[in-house]
């Protein structure tokens, strides 16, 4: 039995009939190869210091990534800001080999020259205070990115850590036998899911969502808080919070002007 027909006859069997024909649906040959996502969190000294990290994005890393092949570069700010400026940085690849080539961005001679600014501060006067990032894989119901339509201006960045690595793999496996259909069905739009294999807050599952505007978030979860198929997944044993969860975290942002996501 392939993982295909193993992932529908399971939800059949949970009685989840219309994420069972979705997943049929999109079952096809020549699937894409997963991809990997990148998220860097900039806590920045200030706001001056926010300016400059973010002409360096526009006007030289983002070009250059582009350069090596990296596309999508999405730059995200926090919808209402706490503390100290932070800028998110998500980064698409196809591969672990591109992910390694990023390791020669600062041989890029536009780069050095256009984002001299930032690259040339001195110690005593840096831009950030640290650069947070973590790797995640993208999962089998969702194994590359979805560029959102333009226009998309709320987005959500989520995080659901897990008690052990098995329940992770557990609450990886509920999104593939049913609940991502069933976001789908309910207007909550997939950007990437990824499994995170190197980074913070281990074990996780970090995903994106991505809404043409505030009203639409809420009536997307309004929606989904309602959903019949949701209802019958999210008590099914070995599927409950309480077991497969132990915190989520809900970061809302908005894309920069420059953002290619």
């Known amino acids: 039995m392939t993982r295909s027909t193993f992932l529908k006859s399971t939800v059949a069997a949970s009685g ?10 999109a079952d096809a040959p020549g699937s894409s190869a997963r991809e990997y996502f990148e998220i860097r969190k900039y806590t ?79 110690a005593a006067d840096v831009v950030y205070e640290r650069v947070e990032s973590w790797l995640t894989q ?46 789908k069905r309910c207007g909550l739009n997939a950007v990437f899911f990824g499994e995170t294999i190197v980074g913070p807050l281990m074990p996780n599952l970090t995903y994106m969502l991505s809404f043409s505007d505030a009203a639409a978030r809420d009536q997307a979860w309004n929606t989904f808080r309602g959903d019949a198929e949701w209802a019958k997944l999210k008590t099914t044993p070995g599927f409950t919070d309480k077991e497969i969860v132990s915190r989520i975290t809900n970061i809302v942002l908005v894309p920069a002007a420059y953002s290619q996501i």
């Open 16 to 25: 989840l009939v219309g994420v069972a024909q979705e997943l049929t649906a």
């Open 138 to 183: 993208g999962i089998d119901g969702l194994p590359t990115m979805t560029v959102p339509a333009k226009g998309s201006q709320v987005y959500q960045l989520r995080i659901y850590e897990s008690p052990t690595e098995k329940t992770a793999k557990k609450k990886i496996e509920m999104f593939d036998i049913g609940e991502l259909a069933i976001f």
């Open 44 to 122: 920045l000294k200030s706001a001056e210091k926010q300016r400059v990290l973010e002409a360096y994005l526009k006007d030289a890393a983002i070009p250059a990534l582009n350069r090596l092949g990296v596309k999508n570069v999405g730059v995200f700010l926090p919808e209402k800001p706490e503390g100290a400026p932070v800028v998110y940085v998500v980064l698409r690849y196809s591969s672990l080999d591109q992910l390694a080539k990023t390791a020669e961005l600062l041989a890029d001679a536009a780069l050095q020259k256009q984002g001299a600014a930032y690259l040339d501060a001195p």
